[in-house]
């Protein structure tokens, strides 16, 4: 099973952008990354219009995939909602790395966002999170916090690179012979 990962934050603290950014960062380092988004409503994938939207609403098929030459989705209905965990192991198994983004009462380990432009505090010390589930903080606070774990101020130019560094030897303790032999940091 893949490796989890969970980015947490408070709304609007850059949980997304986090994501995109780091997972982005790992592909260039050759990191298979797969990703998983909570959501707190339903969803729908495709519009309205779509034969595949009509096979699921209309049709009420228990599943639907959709197949392109190039992507393969798969809308499946249930009852009660499947943990990160077994997700990833059904559907995620060739992945060096699952990032979640969410899922900040489950026990994955998680970084944080924290950024003072958004929210006057983070997650971490408010009892929202499990602490000794934080692996790291990225943050715009330049207070280097209690030092429980490391942080990576995004006033750094180089944050990106020294937090996919962290998150490469992380997984290198968690996952022992698991992520391929990864080429140097990328980019200046």
Request: with cysteine; proline share 7%; aromatic share 6%.
């Amino acid at each position: 099973m893949p490796s989890l990962l969970s980015i947490v934050g408070r709304k609007n603290a850059g949980k997304t952008t986090l994501v995109v950014q780091l997972c982005a960062e790992l592909r260039r380092r050759g990191v298979r990354v797969c990703t998983i988004k909570h959501g707190s409503h339903t969803f729908n994938i495709d519009p309205a219009t779509t034969d595949t939207y009509r096979h699921f609403h209309e049709g009420e098929a228990e599943s639907v995939a959709m197949i392109s030459p190039d992507r393969f989705a798969l809308v499946t209905r249930w009852e009660r909602e499947l943990s990160p965990e077994v997700v990833a192991e059904r559907y995620m198994r060739d992945a060096d790395l699952v990032l979640c983004e969410g899922f900040k009462k489950s026990m994955i380990p998680k970084l944080e966002i924290f950024r003072r432009a958004a929210h006057d505090r983070p997650l971490t010390g408010s009892g929202e999170i499990d602490a000794a589930t934080l692996i790291a903080m990225v943050t715009d606070d330049d207070a280097p916090g209690d030092g429980a774990v490391p942080h990576f101020f995004l006033g750094d130019p180089a944050w990106l690179r020294t937090l996919a560094d962290f998150v490469l030897r992380w997984l290198e303790k968690e996952n022992p012979g698991h992520v391929p032999a990864i080429p140097g940091p990328s980019g200046p």
